[in-house]
Structures are given as structure tokens and as C-alpha cells.
């Protein structure tokens, strides 16, 4: 059996403990030892990491009655190991793992919610309630739980009697076999976990509601709990910066500033469309009448104005009118119309000859091109349905 330190301490980094076994699996080594400090994965929380003696520990994992490290390095069976756990790590996931309890014990407390999934990824952690809730609700949660943490509570984990247990009123997501580790925080949540928690509520810093949406019925939420949501508060900080110094605002005007220039966006997009039909207009009143194709390479990048172009020249031609324009990633496209070929018949051999892919309907088709401007421009004025 292996003794689990970070229960007796759960600020424990550096431990001693006496190798029980060494067992290679395809270059690592899985080591067990008479006791660890190490955290194995449980309950939505990756494993710690760290080093045993110099070697790192990749994985830690419980397997019955012993803690499994899964290390990149063997070390000798019965010496004694000096196990670190990567201690920022650690404490940055009970940061968060503490203000998750917080955060759910306050929504089942003022809402009624049950969490019904909890995952820990590297920076931030996701949580689903089975109930909807509004971003006003979202909002009262986060702030009484940030008041929980002001008050510096004291978080208690217990393995309660059968008996203990029978009597108590806690939170869990599924039926537990064995003995039952409850962790409480007085008024605020009560709750059966396996993982390292903070000493008080203090200790978790600043809690915060990154994202949240819909989810199969219930609400889905992204939070940061302590050096997370100072890492993610940076980050957003000097995003903001940028955007300022770009758009010469104030940092708590830059949403304003923002909006203005989508608006002007807006203005500048409607100006160049009319102008595009204006364009599309003077170049089918030059193109003069054919009984045979018409072929077009024109720089329009507004695809509505090609189409309308297309329409103009279909009555001037009594073949098919075809025209190409730029992409916006880059390449070829073409829009090709004819008021006389059934264009759904022959679009095989329309994309062969032009290195082209698309579809469409039977008097208009469009799609992308790949040869060259003089072979399709050739092979165009010379197509016959």
C-alpha cells in the first residue's frame, strides 16, 4: 500500500520514501513507493509532476492500493528516493480545484445546480451545471463566491464513518465505494473529493467566469481560479493595449472605438458594392454581341457584382458568357452563365478544360480554376456544348 502524503499535507513538495518496486514498459519505468506526496490523476485533475531522485515523473497513476509513477529513469529497489513535486503546478490546481467547490457549492446553494462535469486543463477549467442560467445569475455566483474567498475560510477534508456518512448532506456526481473523503468549506459547499485542496479560501485568489454557454440542457462555464486568472487578466490587459495604441483610444474606450470602425467598415463595404454594380454595368454596355462566347478576366473581388456581370453579358452572347476574378485565398474563381446551354450538362467538361472544380445550376454555374489565363480564356472562346 502507499501512503498518501499530500492528504496528511496537502503544501507538501519534497518527501522521502523507500522504492518498492521497478518495472520497465517500453523505455519508462513505472516505480512504486512506500509513500508520495505525488497527486495521482482523479476527479478531473491531470497527475503532478515533478522528479524522483533526478528521473521525472511523466504520469502518476492509482491502481488498486499503490500509486504507480510513471518515470522516464529506473531507480533501485528498497534505496530510499527524494521526490519534488513541481510546486507551482501544484498549487496553481489547488487554487483552482478549491474555487471550483467555491464556485459549484454557491450555485447548488443559490440555485439549486448539480455539477455534472468538472475537467482541469492547463490554465483554465471547465464545469457543467444541469441547469440553464443567466449571465445575472452567472454574475451573483461569481461575486459570492469571491466574497467566500474574502472571508479566508477554513477548507476541511475528513473521511467520515459509515455511519458519519449516512447522517451528512454532500455533493457528488456518482456513487462512491470505499472510504469517502469529504471536503467542506463552512456555508458554502460540502462536497466528496480525492484532491489536494488549499487551507482556506484565501488562499484561491481571484475567482473568474471566463465563458460560458449552453450545454445539453444546462450551462457550460470556463473559469480561472488565483495565478490562472492573474495569467489570464495579463493577457487580456495587453491585448487591450495594443488595440488602444492601434485604434489611438483610451483602454476603456476601445469597445466604442471598435464599433466605430466596424460602422465605417460597414459604409465603405455598401460604397464599393455600388460602385462594383456601376463597373459591372459600363463593361456589359462595351461588350459587344456575339453568337459565340464571352470570356472575361476582371480584378471585381465582390462576387454578387460578378454575378451580376455574368447576367448582363448572358443576353449579349448566344453561346456562354463566362467570367473570372480573383479569390479570396488567393486563386481563381469563375462565375459562367448561359440563357442556351444547359450549363449542368457540360460542367465536366468546362472544369477539364480549365483545371476547374464547381457546380451549379442549369443556367449558371461557379467554382475555382487552376489554369493558366491564355488556356482558359483559348479553351472558352472555342467551347462548343
Not at 491502481?63 to 498549487?91: F, M, N, Q, W, Y
Not at 465603405?268 to 456589359?284: D, I, P
Not at 476582371?298 to 460578378?306: G, K
Amino acid at each position: 500500500m502507499t501512503r498518501k502524503l499530500y492528504y496528511t499535507d496537502s503544501h507538501l513538495f519534497d518527501f522521502t520514501a523507500r522504492v518498492l518496486s521497478c518495472e520497465e514498459k517500453k523505455g519508462r519505468w513505472d516505480i512504486i513507493l512506500d509513500e508520495t506526496a505525488f497527486f495521482p490523476e482523479g476527479g478531473g485533475q491531470s497527475a503532478d509532476t515533478g522528479t524522483l531522485s533526478g528521473v521525472k515523473v511523466l504520469d502518476v497513476q492509482e491502481k488498486g492500493d499503490v500509486i504507480v509513477h510513471t518515470c522516464d529513469g529506473p531507480l533501485e529497489v528498497d534505496s530510499t528516493a527524494d521526490g519534488h513535486v513541481d510546486r507551482e503546478l501544484r498549487l496553481c490546481r489547488m487554487q483552482n480545484h478549491s474555487g471550483e467547490h467555491v464556485f459549484s457549492g454557491t450555485a447548488h446553494r443559490l440555485y439549486g445546480c448539480e455539477n455534472v462535469g468538472f475537467h482541469m486543463g492547463d490554465g483554465d477549467l471547465t464545469i457543467d451545471f444541469d441547469r440553464e442560467l443567466s449571465e445575472e445569475e452567472i454574475l451573483r455566483i461569481e461575486t459570492e463566491s469571491n466574497e467566500a474567498v474574502r472571508e479566508n475560510l477554513p477548507i476541511k477534508a475528513t473521511f467520515p464513518s459509515k455511519e458519519e456518512l449516512g447522517r451528512l448532506e454532500y455533493r457528488s456526481k456518482k456513487e462512491l465505494q470505499g472510504d469517502v473523503r469529504i471536503v467542506e468549506i463552512p456555508g458554502v459547499d460540502r462536497c466528496a473529493c480525492c484532491a489536494p485542496h488549499v487551507s482556506r479560501t484565501g488562499e484561491i485568489g481571484l475567482i473568474k467566469v471566463l465563458n460560458f454557454e449552453r450545454h445539453r440542457g444546462g450551462v457550460r462555464l470556463v473559469l480561472a481560479c488565483g495565478m490562472w486568472a492573474i495569467r489570464d487578466y495579463r493577457e487580456k490587459q495587453n491585448s487591450v493595449a495594443e488595440i488602444s495604441v492601434l485604434l489611438s483610444a483610451k483602454r476603456n474606450e476601445v469597445a466604442g472605438a471598435v464599433q466605430r470602425l466596424l460602422q465605417e467598415r460597414d459604409a465603405l463595404k455598401e460604397k464599393n458594392a455600388a460602385l462594383a454594380m456601376e463597373l459591372v454595368s459600363c463593361k456589359a454596355a462595351q461588350q459587344q454581341e456575339t453568337e459565340g462566347n464571352i470570356c472575361l478576366f476582371e480584378a471585381i473581388p465582390d462576387e454578387i457584382a460578378v454575378r451580376e456581370l455574368v447576367n448582363l453579358l448572358m443576353e449579349k452572347c448566344g453561346g456562354i458568357a463566362a467570367v473570372f476574378f480573383p479569390g479570396a485565398d488567393g486563386g481563381t474563381r469563375y462565375i459562367i452563365g448561359s440563357r442556351h446551354v444547359d450549363l449542368r450538362k457540360v460542367t465536366r467538361d468546362l472544369n477539364a478544360g480549365i483545371g476547374g472544380r464547381g457546380g451549379g445550376r442549369p443556367e449558371m454555374i461557379q467554382g475555382s480554376a487552376s489554369a493558366p489565363e491564355e488556356q482558359i480564356r483559348s479553351f472558352i472562346l472555342g467551347f462548343q456544348a
